[in-house]
């Protein structure tokens, strides 16, 4: 989230010219025109990009469990400090974005539900109805400019970043919730302002779907285990 722009310094510069006498070789008052005194070279005041500040952290611990309910069907928790699942997603998001430095993780949530929309009926895919996803919201101290909300996805066939969110929005809200959809003409890794990292691919409203994806990110069953996070 860090664009700069520069815009070149404009100069002006006034000539006056001067005759010379033949017969003498020294300058002619009489046909020297008057000069008026030329402006000084003038620059284009940037004004520079505001520093990254220190993120504003919770007064307290966020909890570390949330009961199931029929937005959050099998309930959410904080995996413990250090293990896989508590590791892993963090790693996605660095592959993901780019970012080098160390993160510190103000809250996570994991959770378990269905593919969006959830595969149903006698042709229902059972491996569709178990999807892991987690909720991750960090920065990184050493590269403040780097901090944001992240929701990542576990399948059967492979694990992602889902989608990406500024750090001081809330819940699971349009249009704070950003995904990218992959383009093979657009892999070049851009800067989106309001959004941590580098990104590629077609920007869309994950929370209403686009792109191709008339549908939302997250499904009825699960949206709910995002309630409350900030």
């Known amino acids: 989230m860090r664009r700069r722009s520069l815009l070149p310094i404009a100069m002006l510069a006034a000539l006056a010219a001067v005759s010379c006498d033949a017969s003498t070789g020294a300058t002619s008052a009489a046909s020297t025109p008057s000069r008026s005194a030329s402006p000084s070279p003038t620059a284009t005041v940037v004004s520079p990009m505001p520093s990254p ?4 952290l919770p007064h307290k611990p966020p909890k570390t ?6 937005t959050c069907a099998q309930g959410w928790t904080t995996p413990p400090a250090g293990s896989p699942d508590a590791t892993d997603p963090l790693g996605i998001i660095r592959r993901t974005t780019g970012e080098k430095a160390p ?5 996570m949530r994991m959770f378990v539900g269905p ?17 892991r996803r987690w909720y991750i919201k960090l920065y990184a101290p050493d590269d403040l400019a780097f901090q944001g909300r992240f929701i990542v996805e576990q399948r059967v066939f492979g694990r992602g970043l889902a989608a990406v969110a500024p750090y001081d929005t809330r819940g699971f809200r349009s249009p704070d919730w950003r995904g990218f959809q992959f383009d093979s003409a657009d892999t070049h890794p851009r800067v989106i302002p309001g959004l941590p990292g580098a990104w590629t691919g077609e920007e869309y409203d994950f929370v209403k779907g686009g792109e191709g994806l008339d549908l939302p990110g997250l499904p009825a069953a699960v949206v709910g285990c995002l309630h409350a996070t900030s």
Do not use: C, H, M, W
């Open 65 to 70: 469990r949330g009961a199931p309910s029929s």
């Open 53 to 56: 500040t220190q993120p504003a």
């Open 103 to 107: 993160f510190e993780v103000v809250d």
């Open 115 to 131: 593919e969006s929309p959830p595969s149903v009926g006698l042709g229902a895919k059972g491996y569709l109805q178990n999807i």
